[in-house]
């Protein structure tokens, strides 16, 4: 049974650093695109960034580029959300989710319905 399990949420000030883990199990992910989403109250669930298990290009919503990473760790079998730079507007619950593919266009990693398995998120909230 595969499961997806965050952690490193938390409370952190305007400008300050968190970085989320996921850890995966009950199956080999090196075939799937791994990605984060987030969800802010009373709004929708949107894209964060994606990566490709294997290796190959990372993709992140404007809104996040340049502040945030995205990595995996074979070892750990753990995917990984460094955030630096955080901003109020980044308070939300965070997702890590699954999908079987290889998503390499916008169309497909962006999109919830792409991913089959997801987390049961964790908080992060951004003071001013």
């Known amino acids: 049974q595969v499961q997806l399990v965050e952690s490193g949420g938390g409370l952190v000030q305007s400008g300050g650093s968190l970085r989320l883990s996921c850890a995966a199990s009950g199956r080999s992910f090196r075939s799937y695109t791994m990605a984060w989403f987030r969800q802010a109250p009373g709004k929708e669930r949107e894209f964060v960034a994606a990566?490709?298990?294997?290796?190959?290009?990372?993709f992140y919503a404007d809104s996040v580029k340049g502040r945030f990473d995205i990595s995996t760790d074979d070892a750990k079998n753990a995917v990984f959300l460094q955030m630096n730079n955080l901003k109020p507007e980044d308070t939300a619950v965070y997702y890590c989710?699954?999908?079987?593919?290889?998503?390499?266009?916008?169309?497909?990693?962006?999109?919830?319905?792409?991913?089959?398995?997801w987390g049961q998120g964790t908080q992060v909230t951004v003071s001013s």
């Open positions: 990566v490709y298990w294997s290796g190959g290009n990372t």
């Open positions: 989710a699954a999908g079987a593919g290889y998503y390499n266009g916008r169309e497909y990693y962006s999109q919830t319905a792409e991913y089959d398995h």
